[in-house]
Structure formats: structure tokens, C-alpha cells
């Protein structure tokens, strides 16, 4: 009668162990939301954008340039010579512009530019960098709480057997040996839970960090993005719209306009002034107070002939440095190849995990059953069945890693191919838009009506 009930009771064991799978209701946080959370929370966005907007301004200082510098100038001089008091006083009004330096502030307008064009491109991996980001803490917080719920069901399922051993122990079917393991067995479990438990507080930390705020309910992830035609498809796509290759590419082309900069230091610089000046001048030895009025205008054009070597090791630094930013080049373009062929590989070998996982699972479940039933006949030990038991919990344990793993590898795939960004996933919410402040900066604004369209973007990016 005893193994009979026992035979009853271990039906349900078998069911409760391979629960597995938290039921989520549909109003749940989902994938895209935490996505949206980290891309509004992100200070790194904040702070690469700041950047970009730096480099903006970089443009408008290097147009000011070409354009004319105006400035007052007061003085006041006093003068003791043999007795006699001399005191000077003048303010004056001054310009000075640049007439032509043979296209050496153009070229440096062009530098300018292309430095704008790689920092948004940085700023664009930025953003791929804190999406992929949140996709992680996601699915770790996922996997933690299924692997939570894994180890509290094998927590449930060994106490059960356990309180069986102990049973048949007080009736004399088994030995003081079979309950110990039993209770060694509790003691593992129960310390597993307790590292599941850990690890789910510091996967929710990760979210919290890069969301902005604690997960609550989360979704199971949508399905996967959809692949490529193949690896080299894969790869032809990261080639033209990764952002570190787009990066690279724009500080190649300033790395060698640098070279014509360097180039034109040696050109000549023609410039006009042109100045007006009130002077007052007191002698008090002989009480004269004279009063006077000079206009200028001058032209004046110069050229370095010698400089101790200066120029030409800035041309042959320009050079060099624009041999740097090539191979810089051609090595992100192979890094970018390697991340797509690794989040490739990461595809297959997840989806290779999962079916063979599976496999595993449904063979360990049925030498779990068949081990049960051969112990309720004294066929097997409770150590037999603990490990069979162990060899389950594994394999579904197995599963919920590979199962995260290649949620993540389709994204990093996304991001090695440069297409994990807001507008790409279609998130809907309204994006940064890194042209707004260029726009208002370009010409150097100075006027009213330049500064209050500044004001009005500066306060759109809430700066």
C-alpha cells in the first residue's frame, strides 16, 4: 500500500520539476519598453551628445575665422620724466579681417565638418551600446527568474523525496545512508536557491541601472529579428552602415584634409585693419591739455619663411596621422566582420544547444520516471533517483541559458551589423536629432534672432 501511494506521489514530482516557466500577464514590460527606458534614462547619451554638440560649435569657431574681429581698446598712461608729468589717456575702436590665406580656413571649415560627421557616428554606436545594453539586462533578468523558479520547484520536488526516504526509512526499506543523501541533497538544493535568488537581485540592479528603474513584470521576449540572407549578407550590411566604420571613414577623410591644412601654414595671410582712436593728452607742467583724433586703415600680408623645422614636422605629423586614421580604418572594417561572424556563430550554436537540449530533456525525463518507479519496487537508490533527478534540473537549467543566449546573439548581430538603433526598431518615440543644433550653430549666430532660435533648441534637448 505504501509504494503504491509513493508510485502516486511521484507523478506529480515529475510535473512540478519540469515547471518551469513563469506565467507573465499581458500587461507586462516588454522588450521594446525596456529598450525605449534606456535610450530616455541613458547619462551616456547625454553625455555623447553634449559631445557632438561640442564638436558643432567647433565649426562655428572655425567659420568665425573668415569673419571680421572687432574690439575696443582704453588706455590710460602717466609719465614722470625730469620733473614733468605726462598723462595719457585713449580708447580706441579696432577691426581686423582676414582678406585671403589661400584656403587655409576653408580647409579648416572642412575639418571641422568631417569631425561633426564622425561624432555623430559615434554617437549613433553610443546608442546601439545602450540598447544592447538593456536587451542583456532583460533577458538576465528573464533568465534569473526562471532559473529562480527551477530551483525552488527542485527545492519542493527533493524535500519531497527527502520526506519519502525518511518514511521508508522508519518503516525499514532503506538505510540511515539513503537518508542522509537525501538530506545532502536538500542542503545543495536549497544553497543552490539561494545563489538563483542572487543572482536575480543583481540581474535586477543591471535593469535598474541601465533602464532607470527596477523591473516588475517582464514579458517574454518578442520573436527573434529577422536574418540576413546569409553571413556575407550579414556582413555587406555591417560594412556600409556600421557606425564605427562610418566613424572611421569621416576622421580618415579629416586626417587627410589635415594634411593640406599642414600644407597651407606655409601659404602667405593677407589681412586688413582698420581703426579709430579718441586721445587725450595732459602736461601739467606746462597746463596743456591737447585732444586728438587718428583713423587707420591698413593692409598687411606675411608669410613664414623659416620656423626652426616647425612647419615641416607639422606636415610630416599630419602625414603620419593621417596614416594612422587608415589603418584605423581597415581595422575597425575587420573588427566588424569578426563581431558579425561571432554573433553568427552565437545564432547556430544557440539554436544547435536548444535542440539537443531538448532531446536531453526528454530522456532525462523519462530515466527520472523509470528511475522513481524502479526505487518504489527497491530496484534503486534514493541516490539513483536524486541524481536523476540532478540530471533533469540540469538539463532544463541548460535550456533557459541557451535559450537567453540566442535572444542576445540576434541582437548583438543586430548592433555588429549597425542596425540596433531606435529608428531602425521602429520604437516609436521621437529621437534626438543631431542636426537641430548644427543647424542653429553653423553660421556662428551672434543676432537676436539667431540666439533666440538657439534657445528654442537648447530647450528642446532640455539643456
Not at 525596456?34 to 572655425?62: F, G, P, T
Not at 533577458?139 to 525552488?152: G, K, P, T, W, Y
Not at 550579414?234 to 572611421?248: E, K, N, S, V
Amino acid at each position: 500500500m505504501f509504494r503504491k501511494s509513493l508510485k502516486i506521489l511521484r507523478r506529480p514530482l515529475v510535473a512540478a520539476l519540469l515547471a518551469g516557466a513563469t506565467a507573465f500577464p499581458a500587461s507586462a514590460e516588454t522588450l521594446a519598453d525596456a529598450m525605449v527606458d534606456a535610450y530616455r534614462h541613458s547619462a551616456l547619451l547625454d553625455q555623447n551628445r553634449a559631445v557632438l554638440r561640442a564638436a558643432d560649435e567647433d565649426v562655428a569657431a572655425a567659420l568665425a575665422q573668415l569673419r571680421p574681429v572687432v574690439q575696443w581698446i582704453a588706455q590710460h598712461s602717466y609719465t614722470d620724466s625730469d620733473g614733468i608729468d605726462l598723462r595719457t589717456s585713449s580708447i580706441a575702436l579696432q577691426a581686423q579681417i582676414t582678406l585671403y590665406d589661400w584656403g587655409r580656413n576653408a580647409i579648416a571649415i572642412d575639418i571641422a565638418k568631417e569631425s561633426v560627421l564622425a561624432t555623430r557616428a559615434a554617437l549613433v554606436g553610443v546608442e546601439q551600446d545602450v540598447l544592447l545594453g538593456a536587451v542583456q539586462a532583460y533577458l538576465d533578468v528573464r533568465s534569473a527568474i526562471e532559473q529562480v523558479d527551477l530551483q525552488q520547484n527542485s527545492v519542493r520536488v527533493i524535500g519531497q523525496e527527502q520526506q519519502a526516504a525518511t518514511d521508508r526509512f522508519e518503516v525499514g526499506e532503506i538505510t540511515q545512508t539513503d537518508v542522509a543523501q537525501a538530506d545532502a541533497a536538500l542542503a545543495a538544493a536549497r544553497a543552490s536557491l539561494a545563489a538563483a535568488e542572487g543572482d536575480l537581485e543583481v540581474a535586477r540592479e543591471s535593469y535598474r541601472l541601465a533602464t532607470g528603474k527596477a523591473p516588475v513584470r517582464l514579458a517574454a521576449p518578442p520573436p527573434t529579428p529577422k536574418l540576413p540572407a546569409g553571413l556575407e549578407a550579414a556582413r555587406d550590411i555591417g560594412q556600409r552602415t556600421h557606425p564605427a566604420i562610418l566613424q572611421a571613414r569621416r576622421q580618415a577623410a579629416a586626417a587627410e584634409l589635415g594634411v593640406a591644412a599642414a600644407e597651407a601654414e606655409r601659404n602667405p595671410e593677407l589681412t586688413g585693419s582698420a581703426g579709430i582712436s579718441r586721445q587725450r593728452t595732459n602736461n601739467n607742467s606746462a597746463l596743456d591739455t591737447r585732444y586728438g583724433t587718428n583713423k587707420t586703415v591698413a593692409l598687411e600680408m606675411s608669410q613664414t619663411i623659416y620656423s626652426g623645422g616647425r612647419l615641416p614636422a607639422a606636415h610630416r605629423r599630419a602625414m603620419a596621422e593621417r596614416d594612422s586614421a587608415r589603418a584605423a580604418l581597415l581595422n575597425v572594417a575587420r573588427q566588424v566582420n569578426e563581431a558579425v561572424g561571432i554573433a553568427w556563430a552565437g545564432i547556430d550554436v544557440a539554436r544547435a544547444q536548444i535542440a539537443s537540449i531538448d532531446e536531453q530533456i526528454v530522456a532525462a525525463r523519462k530515466a527520472f520516471e523509470g528511475v522513481s518507479e524502479e526505487a518504489t519496487l527497491g530496484a534503486r537508490t534514493t541516490l539513483d533517483v536524486l541524481d536523476a533527478e540532478q540530471s533533469l534540473l540540469a538539463a532544463r537549467a541548460d535550456k533557459i541559458t541557451a535559450e537567453a543566449n540566442l535572444q542576445l546573439a540576434h541582437y548583438q548581430l543586430m548592433a555588429a551589423m549597425g542596425l540596433l538603433t531606435v529608428e531602425n526598431l521602429k520604437l516609436g518615440i521621437p529621437t534626438y536629432d543631431p542636426s537641430a543644433y548644427y543647424n542653429a550653430v553653423q553660421d556662428a549666430p551672434y543676432t537676436s534672432r539667431q540666439g533666440k532660435s538657439l534657445d528654442r533648441v537648447l530647450r528642446a534637448i532640455g539643456q
